[in-house]
């Protein structure tokens, strides 16, 4: 039987380059070869609590951008997350056996408390059981994720555990990591802080204008330059090079590497080509974007497609679930 894959990307505006090398790109990688799952996770967004007019507008670009980059509707299930409700009633029973102490160390929930104190609601406390349900509710067995998604990921697999072992039932796989090529990938932001994010402000998009782009990039925070040969990179110079790593043919790193070990790099140099590089992967998903886009026949139709393979593979699952737990229908 074909592994199963789930996975999917919180809607709070269009895709970034993290998105893409942290999640969408594995995607594309495994539709060829797994059952999966892929889908836009709307309720999620609502801990931030987004602007209801923005909420479908968030939806519709990244269902694009996920068409655009690759994501085949005959080959995956592309489906949106509101559009199968099964998944609340999941989350629903899976929060009685997660325990609210578990909840509150978790680091994403740290990180909110921290930057949104006017807004620490249950939701977000809440946010891996209902990250577990969209999981467990296909049975998957691989969740292509990036590195800070991991720690939830771990709690799904606890969650799994524990169901099984209260239900006397071995109903929920625990689902593991996939590392494509490896370890799973961080993408820095452009600004010296470590991650890139939408809530960093320091993002590149996918459809970001060619022109925009290459301003981002050569606005990134750079040193004076190395004074050492072949000393230490500081961290602001070693993210250039991490997404270098990732866009960049390895010659082309080997060389500004070498340059840069000769004291004799040129940021501005290296991030021209850093620009052209990102340009080269972005600019093709960005023109398919903005033809898909417009197609909203289209997109009903794939909308439409997922929801009723997720549907049917979450209430079976449900069934079973509900059955372990004791519920009879009269
Ligand atoms: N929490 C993920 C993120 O912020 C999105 C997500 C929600 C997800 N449910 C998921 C990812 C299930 C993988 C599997 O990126």
Redesign the pocket.
Known sequence: MKQIV?????STGNLHLG?YY??LRNFIQMQNEYECYF?I?DY?SLTTHPDPAMLHPNVKSILAEYLAAGLDPEKSAIYI?SDVPEVCELYTLLNMHAYVGELERTVSFKDKIRKQPENVNAGLLT?PV??AA??LQHK?NL????K??LQ??EMTRKYARRFNTIYNTELFPEPDAYKFHGEPIKIPGLDGSGKMGKSEGNCIYLNDEDKVLTKKVMRAVTDQGPTEMNQTKPEVIENLFTLMRVVSAPDVVEHFNNLYNNCEIRYGDMKKQLAADILTVTAPIRERYNEIVKDEDYLRKVAAMGAEKARESSARTLEEVRKAMGFRRF
Do not use: E, K, T
């Open positions: 789930v996975s999917g990307i919180r998105n942290g999640a889908f996770a999620h997350q946010y209902l990250m969209d999981i998957a969740v292509p994720v990036g800070d998604q939830h990921l």
